[in-house]
């Protein structure tokens, strides 16, 4: 890898639609360079500027050969599947990503969906929408439930899942964590298990929660047979990635009562096509991938980023959250 610029010559590349990096390291006053861009085009006429890129949903593996001044790649997302990271490394380019920047907000994001879900609060909305006053229930199966008692399955035992325990046993939740190295976790969790052991464990769910990244192994780990495993009166919340799932299965077990409900942030289409099913479905909680969403975000990706153009001007070779 050719010499990191100096802090007095490298410029970062903030490259994404919504997020202020500009304005908030502005505020910092460290006297680093930047250039924001906003659009997928804009980003590609000003690719050859920056030393450093900050991006996430605007990157192209196109970026590797036409990023002529490009030394760092730093995700402003956890994912990085979007990314060819052989050619990365043929061409010299580190990346790193930015886990960890929404560990409080996604695990909140997947106590909320469980709440509102047991609690039923989106048909208090529509009910509200609809200014009906919904009376009390004799039926109790049809009543709100509690979180108390109930078991959790968390697939993804990192930060997030596991925060997201921490959250479930303040509710006094059974938590049951997978994962491919279950010693850091068993003091966290009731039980410990591995993914080999996750599909004989799903008759015990109330709730099914992924919190795990997109990869071979993890893709449609939610399909047809997983849900027919699930009992009728769970649920399943992913605050993972869309391609966790099998969207059509999913679908077919909403439709049938083959599970209770679920709480969806990430869809395999995103934006979720218009005449998608989980559109209209009244067991579905749906959020627009939101669950990372904070308005810390741009500072806890900024405490990240500052520490790797640290290392990297120390000529570092180990870097925060490196993937390459």
């Known amino acids: 890898m050719n010499r990191f610029p100096g802090k007095d010559e490298v410029i970062v590349h903030f ?77 010299g380019l580190r990346l790193a990503n930015a886990s960890g920047a929404n ?16 609690r039923k609060i989106h048909h208090a909305r529509d ?17 709100e439930a509690e979180l108390a008692g109930k078991t959790l399955i968390i697939f993804g035992m990192g930060a997030i899942g596991g925060r997201l325990a921490k959250l479930a046993k303040a509710f006094d939740m059974n938590v049951i964590g997978i994962r491919r190295n279950i010693d850091p976790i068993k003091s966290r969790v009731d039980e410990a298990y591995t993914p080999q052991e996750f599909f004989g464990l799903l008759h015990r769910a109330d709730f099914v929660a992924l919190t795990c990244p997109l990869t071979d192994e993890t893709a449609n780990i939610i399909n047809e047979t997983t849900l027919a495993a699930m009992r009728n009166d769970a649920y399943l919340i992913n605050v993972a990635r869309g391609g966790c799932v099998d969207e059509s299965a999913l679908v077919d077990a909403l439709s049938s009562g083959s599970i209770a409900g679920a709480g969806i942030d990430t869809t395999a289409e995103e934006p979720l096509a218009n005449n998608s099913a989980l559109w209209e479905m009244s067991n579905v909680i749906l959020t627009p991938h939101t669950a990372g969403e904070t308005q810390a975000y741009e500072e806890n990706v900024l405490d990240i980023l500052l520490d790797n153009l640290d290392r990297l001007s120390r000529g570092q070779m180990r870097l925060h959250n490196q993937i390459i």
């Open 15 to 91: 490259a994404h639609p919504a997020y202020l990096f500009g304005s908030c390291l502005k505020a910092r006053d460290l006297g680093l360079n930047f250039i924001e861009t906003r659009t997928q085009e804009e980003t590609h006429a000003r690719i050859t500027e920056g030393h450093v890129l900050v991006v996430s949903g605007f990157w192209e593996n196109a970026y590797i050969r036409t990023g002529i001044n490009l030394k760092f790649i730093q995700a402003c997302g956890a994912g990085y599947n979007q990314f060819d990271l052989d050619a990365l490394a043929t061409k």
């Open 103 to 118: 560990v409080n907000a996604v695990s909140d994001h997947a106590i909320a969906l469980m709440l509102c879900l047991v």
């Open 127 to 143: 009910n509200q929408r609809a200014h009906h006053w919904r009376g009390m229930i004799s039926e109790i199966s049809q009543r």
